[in-house]
């Protein structure tokens, strides 16, 4: 048995749902367990693009079960109406193949509001949020004031649990000027789709220890990437929650034994969305390129992501901090075009060379990165499936990337076609 945490090694957008879809022919369950509707994973079947945002990424094959863990933050409307979305293109979802664990936190319309005062109250400081209520409700989560999908089962309880987060919510919206919430609306709206989330809802944890007895092979679909991790990343932005391997544990209630290999899915150079430090970002025609190409728009919210050199200082350094066993490079084919292409090998700070990222944001923002040039292959690899037809010149850039990150790359991607994929090794069979 085997069961593999994908996450993201950079700052998200790596095509964490391309490999997950892909992958996902060899497993029975995909379990997401953090992050919410931020995460936009897009996956290209036959020419038919879908684009995920809480659902796992396997929902899109038969006979696969999809699991939203504890560690997921849950707006209940957007989930209803990605299923819908989904059931409208042929897509089958129902309790046979959907579970939503019990203990789930909500997202209501009142964190989405905050989320949006805050972002427009702090102008040029802002964290350039996606504005989906990530952040509020993670925090009404710690501070122990959350609604969870379970709340939704009564509705004296319900009644009870929003009177004292609206009491929380409130003091800070009459402090901001804004409108106080009404609780008695959003008690009736939640109440009318309660059935319709109750009905997915079961212990993860319990449904994932009979998973483990019956053998089934599990997939864990991280979102974000761990330079969003709220203790890892470029804090203060970041995404609230913890976006490194051992959150899937965390996440749906299983041991971190349940874990038996973790893989980063790594862009073969490096974007951003949203505002905060970016070492090896490129202001120039060629950082214009790289996202015309890529096609770097957000797909959560169309924003231009931020685009720049491949910094392998960073991807070494998440390795080692999730636990890393191997990669999935990425959008290979977007360098296509290139003449020359930089890696990222080192830092400048004050003068003086650093081999890791520093924690402190100021010195993040200062830092210079020292690159090394390779060739370009100026060979279109879109699309090639064997590691033996890419270019040479392709294969020397990945041959360098695998040496500094000092990790396998298992697989790399040619197109955001499923089958565009090149295989090294299956990390199913390691
Ligand atoms: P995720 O959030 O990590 O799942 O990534 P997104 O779906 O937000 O962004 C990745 C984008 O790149 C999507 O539009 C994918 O369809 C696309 N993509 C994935 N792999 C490749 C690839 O190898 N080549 C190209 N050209 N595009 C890719
Ligand atoms: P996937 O799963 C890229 C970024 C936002 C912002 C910061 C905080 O598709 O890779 P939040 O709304 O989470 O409070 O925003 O995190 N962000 C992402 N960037 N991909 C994502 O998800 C992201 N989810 C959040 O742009 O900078
Ligand atoms: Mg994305």
């Given at each position: 048995?085997?069961?593999?945490?994908?996450?993201?090694?950079?700052?998200?957008?790596?095509?964490?749902?391309?490999?997950?879809?892909?992958?996902?022919?060899?497993?029975?369950?995909?379990?997401?367990?953090?992050?919410?509707?931020?995460?936009?994973?897009?996956?290209?079947?036959?020419?038919?693009?879908?684009?995920?945002?809480?659902?796992?990424?396997?929902?899109?094959r038969?006979?696969?079960?999809?699991?939203?863990?504890?560690?997921?933050?849950?707006?209940?409307?957007?989930?209803?109406?990605?299923?819908?979305?989904?059931?409208?293109?042929?897509?089958?979802?129902?309790?046979?193949?959907?579970?939503?664990?019990?203990?789930?936190?909500l997202?209501?319309?009142?964190?989405?509001?905050?989320?949006?005062?805050r972002?427009?109250?702090?102008?040029?400081?802002?964290?350039?949020?996606?504005?989906?209520?990530?952040?509020?409700?993670?925090?009404?989560?710690?501070?122990?004031?959350?609604?969870?999908v379970?709340?939704?089962?009564?509705?004296?309880?319900?009644?009870?649990?929003?009177?004292?987060?609206?009491?929380?919510?409130?003091?800070?919206?009459?402090?901001?000027?804004?409108?106080i919430?009404?609780?008695?609306?959003?008690?009736?709206?939640?109440?009318?789709?309660?059935?319709?989330?109750?009905q997915?809802s079961?212990?993860?944890?319990?449904?994932?220890?009979?998973?483990?007895?019956?053998?089934?092979?599990i997939?864990f679909?991280?979102?974000?990437?761990?330079?969003?991790?709220?203790?890892?990343?470029?804090?203060?932005?970041?995404?609230?929650?913890?976006?490194v391997?051992?959150?899937?544990?965390?996440?749906?209630?299983?041991?971190?034994?349940?874990?038996n290999?973790?893989?980063?899915?790594?862009?073969?150079?490096?974007?951003?969305?949203?505002?905060?430090?970016?070492?090896?970002?490129l202001?120039?025609?060629?950082g214009?390129l790289?996202?015309?190409?890529?096609?770097?728009?957000?797909?959560?919210?169309?924003?231009?992501?931020?685009?720049?050199?491949?910094?392998?200082?960073?991807?070494?350094?998440?390795?080692?901090?999730?636990?890393?066993?191997?990669?999935?490079?990425?959008?290979?084919d977007?360098?296509?075009?290139?003449?020359?292409?930089?890696?990222?090998?080192?830092?400048?700070?004050?003068?003086?060379?650093?081999?890791?990222?520093?924690?402190?944001?100021?010195?993040?923002?200062?830092?210079k990165p020292?690159?090394?040039?390779?060739?370009?292959?100026?060979?279109?690899?879109?699309?090639?499936?064997?590691?033996?037809?890419?270019?040479?010149?392709?294969?020397?850039?990945?041959?360098?990337?695998?040496?500094?990150?000092?990790?396998?790359?298992?697989?790399?991607?040619?197109?955001?076609?499923?089958?565009?994929?090149?295989?090294?090794?299956?990390?199913?069979?390691?």
């Open positions: 048995m085997k069961n593999i945490v994908v996450v993201g090694s950079q700052w998200g957008d790596e095509g964490k749902g391309k490999i997950v879809d892909w992958l996902s022919e060899q497993a029975d369950v995909v379990i997401r367990f953090q992050g919410g509707h931020n995460a936009g994973h897009t996956l290209v079947i036959d020419g038919v693009t879908y684009k995920l945002r809480l659902l796992p990424s396997g929902i899109v038969k006979n696969k079960i999809s699991v939203i863990g504890n560690g997921v933050v849950v707006d209940p409307w957007a989930l209803l109406d990605e299923i819908k979305e989904l059931k409208s293109k042929g897509i089958q979802i129902d309790i046979k193949n959907l579970i939503i664990s019990e203990s789930a936190n997202i209501l319309p009142f964190h989405r509001e905050m989320d949006e005062i972002e427009d109250a702090a102008g040029k400081g802002k964290i350039g949020t996606t504005r989906r209520g990530i952040g509020p409700a993670y925090e009404d989560k710690v501070g122990r004031r959350s609604i969870r379970m709340d939704l089962r009564s509705e004296q309880n319900l009644d009870q649990r929003l009177e004292s987060v609206l009491l929380h919510h409130n003091a800070i919206r009459k402090g901001l000027g804004k409108k919430f009404e609780k008695d609306q959003l008690r009736k709206d939640l109440l009318k789709i309660a059935p319709q989330i109750l997915y079961q212990p993860v944890w319990l449904k994932i220890n009979e998973f483990k007895r019956q053998k089934k092979k997939l679909e991280g979102a974000q990437g761990i330079l969003l991790d709220v203790d890892h990343g470029t804090y203060p932005f970041v995404t609230s929650s913890n976006t391997a051992s959150s899937a544990a965390t996440g749906t209630g299983c041991g971190p034994n349940s874990i290999y973790v893989l980063g899915i790594t862009k073969a150079y490096t974007t951003r969305v949203g505002e905060g430090p970016f070492p090896t970002e202001k120039d025609e060629t214009e790289l996202g015309t190409r890529g096609k770097e728009f957000g797909t959560v919210t169309s924003r231009k992501r931020r685009c720049g050199w491949f910094d392998g200082v960073l991807v070494r350094q998440t390795i080692k901090i999730s636990g890393i066993n191997g990669i999935a490079l990425t959008k290979l977007v360098l296509d075009d290139l003449e020359e292409i930089k890696i990222c090998i080192q830092y400048e700070l004050d003068g003086k060379k650093i081999d890791y990222l520093p924690a402190a944001v100021e010195d993040q923002l200062k830092i020292v690159y090394k040039t390779f060739p370009g292959w100026k060979t279109s690899t879109k699309g090639v499936k064997n590691i033996n037809k890419l270019p040479e010149n392709a294969k020397k850039y990945i041959f360098a990337v695998e040496d500094f990150i000092e990790t396998k790359i298992s697989s790399i991607s040619t197109s955001p076609e499923r089958e565009d994929t090149i295989l090294i090794e299956n990390p199913f069979e390691i």
